[in-house]
T-cell receptor
Framework: GQSLEQPSEVTAVEGAIVQINCTYQTSGFYGLSWYQQHDGGAPTFLSYNALDGLEETGRFSSFLSRSDSYGYLLLQELQMKDSASYFCAVRARTPDNYGQNFVFGPGTRLSVLP | DTEVTQTPKHLVMGMTNKKSLKCEQHMGHRAMYWYKQKAKKPPELMFVYSYEKLSINESVPSRFSPECPNSSLLNLHLHALQPEDSALYLC?????????????FGAGSRLTVL
């Protein structure tokens, strides 16, 4: 099976930088994704890492270390609208080797204060 | 078209009712997913269809019955549900294969079981 761990809550002020960590245990690993979900909304894709290293997309960056089963999401120049839940998700091969699935971590609630 | 459309947005049903949730995508994605999400919890994988074949059933009770009539449609048939089944039901789709790394979610169907 798969298991993931994230901090439950993070608080920061506008303009700051925050890092949300994720550790995982899985078999058939393909990659690690990050999703943002505002209250009442659906998860939306932020980034994906299949290989070790840093991926940068605007104010958001994501890092993966496959050997450490660890990744993080870095949010820079925080804005009030970044207040949301952030989920890491492992993309892995299904047990029957037929397809893929995405299993989500418990989520990190980010609160951005003025 | 880059959307996943779910209907209905809200559904209230009694424990003896039979209802269905519907999901449609026209992005050519060949993998489709049902997730269940309770408040302040991560999306929990229920079913995965890959090329219209059920790939994963995460030990979901038989009162939930998925159906994939074609590559664009995914249904979730509901029968004899319990109040604890009240949740947000999210449909998602993705491409298949090694390049498939993004889940696109619908807005969800919020189910209340009385």
């Amino acid at each position: 099976g798969q298991s993931l761990e994230q901090p439950s809550e993070v608080t920061a002020v506008e303009g700051a930088i925050v890092q949300i960590n994720c550790t995982y245990q899985t078999s058939g690993f393909y990659g690690l994704s990050w999703y943002q979900q505002h209250d009442g909304g659906a998860p939306t894709f932020l980034s994906y890492n299949a290989l070790d290293g840093l991926e940068e997309t605007g104010r958001f960056s994501s890092f993966l270390s496959r050997s450490d089963s660890y990744g993080y999401l870095l949010l820079q120049e925080l804005q009030m609208k970044d207040s949301a839940s952030y989920f890491c998700a492992v993309r892995a091969r299904t047990p029957d080797n037929y397809g893929q699935n995405f299993v989500f971590g418990p989520g990190t609630r980010l609160s951005v204060l003025p | 078209d880059t959307e996943v459309t779910q209907t209905p947005k809200h559904l209230v049903m009694g424990m003896t009712n039979k209802k269905s949730l519907k999901c449609e995508q026209h992005m050519g994605h060949r993998a489709m997913y049902w997730y269940k999400q309770k408040a302040k919890k991560p999306p929990e994988l229920m079913f995965v269809y890959s090329y219209e074949k059920l790939s994963i059933n995460e030990s979901v009770p038989s009162r939930f019955s998925p159906e994939c009539p074609n590559s664009s449609l995914l249904n979730l048939h509901l029968h004899a549900l319990q109040p604890e089944d009240s949740a947000l039901y999210l449909c998602a789709s993705s491409q298949e294969g090694t390049g498939a790394n993004v889940l696109t979610f619908g807005a969800g169907s919020r189910l209340t079981v009385l």
